[in-house]
């Protein structure tokens, strides 16, 4: 089950914007969008939401949004600047969780076949209605195929855009695919703790982490072209790694 944390970015823009009598800005945007801002227990509006003629120094924060957990923190505003604040909401728990659902929006995708976690989508392939969570895109196009993870949102649309060819090429990664590693090696030889992903497997030691493209392998650090990625409950990792790694079972059996 993927777990959402507040993240917050606080960066000062380089242009400093107009201002009078000590006054700064602040530019709030959420994921999702639409959640309400309070500053000072004072109800500003709506994100994406631009506040100005705030007083320089540390102010409060909450943002709330019909089914995500409410969200409070202090900030700092400077005279003359605008401070971004960037968060990514935690959504409730209810007992039909596991019925939310999403939106996906594949773009750039005219004559290819999409997958999602294996199974085909009808196109056209915008607008589709997606289980909220982690999920494997499959994208195949002639003899080219690509994959990476996605991340779908209750009540969100996730816009996904294609390159012109097969390649999902968000730095590079369509150039490698991502298997389950459970096909090629038992379950009881790996455990997932978090993030974090660890196999002993025949003399093989591998440690990585989801989301994340460096591990390391026998105690030597690599870097990976796609990072590994949760579905559910089950691992997938990089067809290299896995290709690697089964490379060297067989080479120390016989």
Same mark, same amino acid.
């Given at each position: 089950?993927?777990?959402?944390?507040?993240?917050?970015?606080?960066?000062?823009?380089?242009?400093?914007?107009?201002?009078?009598?000590? &006054?700064?800005?602040?530019?709030?945007?959420?994921? =999702?969008?639409?959640? @309400?801002?309070?500053?000072?227990?004072?109800?500003?509006g709506?994100?994406?939401l631009?506040? /100005?003629?705030?007083?320089?120094?540390?102010?409060?924060? @909450?943002? @709330? &949004?019909?089914?995500?957990? +409410?969200?409070?923190?202090?900030?700092?505003?400077?005279?003359?600047?605008?401070?971004?604040?960037?968060a990514?909401?935690?959504?409730?728990? =209810? @007992? &039909?969780t596991?019925?939310?659902?999403?939106?996906?929006?594949?773009?750039?995708?005219?004559?290819?076949?999409?997958?999602?976690?294996?199974?085909?989508?009808?196109? +056209?392939?915008? #607008?589709?209605?997606v289980?909220?969570? /982690?999920?494997?895109?499959?994208?195949?196009?002639?003899?080219?195929?690509?994959?990476?993870?996605?991340?779908?949102?209750?009540?969100?649309?996730?816009?996904?855009?294609?390159?012109?060819? #097969?390649?999902?090429?968000?730095?590079g990664?369509?150039?490698d695919?991502?298997a389950?590693?459970?096909?090629?090696?038992?379950?009881?030889?790996?455990?997932?703790?978090?993030?974090?992903?660890?196999?002993?497997?025949?003399?093989?030691?591998?440690?990585c982490?989801?989301?994340?493209?460096?591990?390391l392998?026998?105690?030597? =650090?690599?870097?990976?072209?796609?990072? =590994?990625a949760m579905?559910?409950?089950? +691992?997938?990792?990089?067809? #290299?790694?896995?290709?690697?790694?089964?490379?060297?079972?067989?080479?120390?059996?016989?």
């Amino acid at each position: 089950m993927a777990l959402f944390v507040l993240i917050l970015l606080l960066a000062t823009m380089s242009a400093p914007v107009r201002s009078a009598g000590g &006054h700064g800005s602040v530019f709030v945007t959420t994921l =999702p969008p639409g959640a @309400t801002v309070w500053m000072d227990g004072s109800y500003m509006g709506e994100t994406p939401l631009f506040v /100005d003629g705030l007083d320089g120094g540390r102010h409060s924060m @909450t943002l @709330t &949004h019909s089914g995500w957990q +409410p969200q409070s923190t202090g900030i700092d505003v400077t005279v003359g600047r605008v401070t971004a604040v960037s968060a990514v909401l935690t959504a409730n728990q =209810p @007992t &039909h969780t596991n019925n939310a659902k999403g939106v996906l929006s594949v773009r750039g995708a005219n004559g290819a076949r999409v997958f999602v976690d294996g199974v085909a989508m009808q196109e +056209p392939y915008e #607008s589709q209605p997606v289980k909220s969570g /982690d999920h494997i895109l499959l994208v195949v196009r002639g003899n080219d195929r690509a994959t990476r993870s996605i991340r779908i949102y209750p009540g969100t649309t996730t816009t996904v855009s294609l390159a012109p060819r #097969s390649a999902l090429t968000t730095g590079g990664e369509g150039e490698d695919m991502l298997a389950a590693l459970a096909d090629y090696v038992p379950a009881n030889d790996f455990t997932v703790s978090g993030d974090e992903i660890t196999v002993h497997y025949k003399g093989i030691e591998l440690e990585c982490a989801v989301g994340s493209r460096t591990y390391l392998l026998n105690g030597k =650090p690599g870097t990976l072209s796609v990072a =590994p990625a949760m579905v559910g409950d089950k +691992p997938y990792l990089p067809m #290299s790694l896995l290709t690697r790694i089964t490379t060297q079972v067989k080479s120390a059996t016989h």
